[in-house]
């Protein structure tokens, strides 16, 4: 295979660990932020982890302003409304604390209260050209990677749509397994699976790289090996700890190799269904994946033993497809939709979701097999089984 010649994109500075919360101040304070605006959400507050990063900014003299009425999903009029709100509060830096509707929000609120405009100014390649205000992400989930993703999603005009550049990756991430503790099952099964569709995407993506394959087939390694006790026994910090780590080589990897198919058609479902992020993914991974298989069987056997499947002596085709019964096994176990009937979407709304997929090309133009209109139709009506 002919690889891309392409530097790999990450975060300048990553804190790792139980505990890792607490330098936030002194990153801060190295980039000379005196106030920090957080973009959060009423559940991270409820957690207790805003009271938590608050003390440690107060404590280091650091002021603080707080949002924290950030949506799942969010639209345009949630970044306009926080720049509206704030733009003269004399903030000099953001923290984005929480899921990655939080974290992205974030990121184009550090540029629009630097740069001005509205978030519709902002949407598609590289219009961002520099950076926005000081910005640090601590992720509270273990899912999106969006700390060290050069990419922000919103929902505008009804569909998922992306400001993408490399100006607004954060000047660091601080990564603390510990503020995953407090997660629900079904929003860990949900995050822990679109950090595990993430890291197979990647590694399977058009655009990998032997640089960004290594992060991928760690990542899929430690999620397929952790999720069940982090959704089932969720007090578990190794497991957590694992999915975190899992989580943030995953984004790497997609910041670099992008994501795929499964994401273009997963799109349709939370842009106009509002299907959570994770498990929109997760409910077209197993057919877009199956799909992808023949494109590249030498992968997707490697996958397969990722998820734990044994594969030893199998010939090649065989163990490729072990790769299905690893992730369908996993879907199960942690218990998320699995079919499109199951989350209410009707069978007759099949154009529109064709369409809708159709238009994600930065997407597709990844996935390692060409699909037709006719090709997504057959996949979408595979989920609904």
Request: charged content about 20%; aromatic content about 6%.
């Amino acid at each position: 295979m002919i690889y891309p010649g392409k530097p790999l994109l990450c975060v300048e500075r990553t804190y790792f660990g139980s505990g890792a919360l607490a330098a936030l101040p002194g990153v801060l304070g190295e980039l000379g932020v005196s106030r920090a605006l957080i973009v959060t959400d009423k559940g991270v507050a409820a957690s207790g982890a805003l009271d938590l990063t608050i003390e440690h900014l107060k404590k280091a003299g650091i002021g603080v302003a707080v949002y924290d009425e950030t949506q799942p999903e969010p639209g345009a009029e949630v970044a306009d409304g926080i720049v509206a709100q704030f733009a003269g509060d004399g903030v000099d830096g953001v923290v984005g604390l929480g899921g990655g509707s939080c974290l992205d929000t974030a990121k184009v609120v550090a540029v629009m209260l630097k740069h001005g405009g509205t978030l519709r100014d902002w949407l598609g390649q590289d219009k961002v050209k520099a950076p926005g205000l000081p910005m640090v992400l601590v992720p509270t989930t273990s899912g999106t990677g969006s700390e060290c993703t050069p990419n922000a999603l919103f929902i505008v005009d009804g569909e998922k749509q992306a400001v993408l550049s490399r100006y607004i990756l954060p000047q660091a991430a601080v990564v603390d397994p510990d503020l995953t503790l407090s997660m629900p099952p079904k929003v860990t099964a949900a995050s822990g699976l679109d950090a595990l569709i993430h890291a197979c995407e990647s590694y399977t993506s058009l655009g990998a790289t032997p640089l960004t394959e290594v992060f991928s087939l760690r990542a899929v390694e430690l999620i397929a090996g952790a999720i069940r006790a982090a959704v089932w026994r969720g007090s578990d910090r190794k497991a957590r700890a694992d999915i975190s780590l899992g989580s943030y080589l995953a984004g790497v990897a997609i910041a670099n190799a992008g994501t795929t198919a499964v994401h273009a058609l997963a799109y349709p479902l939370g842009g106009k269904y509002r299907i959570p992020h994770g498990v929109s993914n997760a409910l077209m991974f197993p057919y877009v994946m199956e799909w992808n298989i023949p494109a590249d069987m030498e992968k997707f056997a490697r996958l397969a033993q990722a998820v734990r499947e044994d594969v030893d002596g199998l010939p090649l085709r065989e163990a490729a497809r072990r790769f299905l019964r690893g992730i369908e096994s996993i879907i199960e176990d942690v218990g998320v939709p699995r079919t499109l009937d199951e989350v209410g979407i009707d069978r007759g709304e099949l154009p529109a979701l064709v369409e809708g997929a159709a238009r994600q090309q930065r997407l597709l133009r990844n996935n390692p097999r060409s699909l037709s209109k006719e090709d997504m139709a057959a996949i979408y009506a595979k989920a609904w089984r």
